[in-house]
């Protein structure tokens, strides 16, 4: 890569342990990001009447990518922050950290590259 701050769009961020057609001259380290986010009154309301019918709870869709999209920038963030090219082995996880709070937790391997 260039000697300029790397944009989101060129930072490659990757769930395998490699970038193809590139090799990794360091190993930084892990690097994380996450996201909580809560529903509301009218979430659950709509929710529980999307759940008589059987389809998608759309909201609920949105909120889950909406934060996994915020913990990646955030990964992405850290990771420049430390001058990496790249970050492999991404994996995301989910919990209920508090009553109607969800947290969206992305980790993996800041790389540097030839």
């Known amino acids: 890569m260039t000697d300029s701050p790397k944009t989101a769009a060129q930072?490659?961020?990757?769930?395998?342990?490699?970038?193809?057609?590139?090799?990794?001259?360091?190993n930084i380290g892990i690097v994380f990001g996450s996201s909580v986010r809560?529903?509301?009154?009218?979430?659950?309301?709509?929710?529980?009447?999307?759940?008589?019918?059987?389809?998608?709870?759309?909201?609920?869709t949105r909120l889950l990518e909406?934060?996994?999209?915020?913990?990646?920038?955030?990964?992405?963030a850290q990771a420049e922050k430390l001058d990496a090219d790249?970050?492999?082995d991404v994996h995301f996880a989910t919990s209920q950290v508090a009553?109607?709070?969800?947290?969206?937790f992305a980790y993996g391997t800041a790389v540097r590259l030839k």
């Open 99 to 104: 009553y109607k709070a969800a947290e969206i």
């Open 86 to 88: 790249a970050v492999v």
């Open 11 to 26: 930072m490659a961020v990757v769930t395998i342990s490699h970038i193809p057609g590139r090799e990794i001259s360091e």
């Open 66 to 76: 909406d934060a996994q999209q915020e913990a990646t920038t955030r990964l992405m």
């Open 38 to 60: 809560s529903r509301n009154f009218l979430f659950d309301i709509f929710a529980m009447l999307k759940n008589l019918f059987g389809s998608e709870v759309r909201s609920y």
